[in-house]
């Protein structure tokens, strides 16, 4: 006498993501570590063996990401292990991401696991692809969005050759210096200076040369900002007469760069060395 017993195997993983404020800036950003939290179930009828784990991390781009560590395994229920998964048997594990700078110019880290098993006499026939419980959606991805806070600062300073009278005066040549640093926790591009040279009495004056690009400290090519880099530019001003006829020279700089995705969406007022932005 045979009864046939109807084998439905079957697999549910579920991924839950949280986040390390290593910098403990109150943000999502670079150096920040996102904890991955993987739980894989059993709800078929049958034993499954031979689990394993493919787990799929990118940034918002799609450019693939390497996890930190893991995926490791933790503990299981219902005598189950790492490998084998008895009915209604869940296997933990844990996986870690140390969000890089490129991750967070893309503004988000996406990640998903497929698990895969065998039911009895069987290879690789059950598998599943992580949910992630914040949204409630099967097969769904779970994104950890990064926090992008773009930020310049610039800075100009002068000096005055002197023309041998011991005077600012006429023929003196004015040399500026411009910095221009990334104060924000994402990459820059599209820098440009734009520089406003007048009189006293407000009319518009040449620059003799410049603001030509000096070099940075981080070795970014003119226009890309890296976070902490500072840009230097100089610019030139042969004194005129009629500049002296009106008693002072009036320069200031706007340094405008954009953050990824974005247009021009930074920018700031270059300061006379004493950050008042004047």
Not at 17 to 31: P, Q, R
Not at 240 to 247: F, H, L, N, V, W
Request: charged share 15%; proline share 3%; hydrophobic share 30%.
């Amino acid at each position: 006498t045979i009864t046939t017993i109807t084998s439905s195997p079957s697999l549910e993983v579920v991924k839950s993501a949280v986040v390390s404020d290593v910098n403990g800036n109150g943000i999502t950003d670079k150096d920040d570590i996102i904890s991955y939290t993987i739980g894989v179930k059993n709800d078929g009828n049958v034993t499954l063996t031979g689990l394993t784990l493919v787990d799929t991390i990118t940034d918002g781009n799609s450019s693939t990401l390497s996890l930190t560590s893991g995926p490791t395994f933790v503990s299981a229920t219902t005598s189950s292990t790492a490998t084998i998964l008895q009915v209604s048997g869940v296997a933990t594990f844990t996986a870690s991401y140390t969000i890089s700078q490129g991750a967070l110019d893309s503004g988000s880290v996406i990640n998903s696991v497929l698990a895969r098993a065998s039911s009895p006499g069987q290879t690789n026939n059950v598998s599943d692809t992580s949910d992630d419980p914040t949204t409630g959606a099967a097969n769904d991805k779970t994104i950890t969005t990064i926090t992008a806070s773009p930020s310049i600062e610039v800075t100009k300073t002068v000096t005055v050759t002197d023309n041998g009278d011991g005077v600012n005066g006429k023929g003196d040549i004015v040399q500026y210096t411009i910095t221009v640093q990334n104060t924000g926790n994402i990459t820059l591009s599209g820098l440009t200076i734009s520089d406003t040279l007048t009189d006293a009495n407000s009319n518009t004056l040449s620059l003799s040369s410049g603001p030509s690009f000096s070099g940075s400290n981080q070795s970014s090519a003119q226009g890309v900002l890296k976070v902490n880099e500072t840009a230097t530019y100089t610019a030139l001003y042969i004194i005129e007469q009629s500049a002296i006829d009106t008693g002072k020279i009036i320069n200031y700089a706007v340094a405008t760069a954009s953050s990824p995705g974005q247009t021009n969406n930074v920018t700031d007022t270059s300061d006379d060395g004493d950050d008042t932005d004047s």
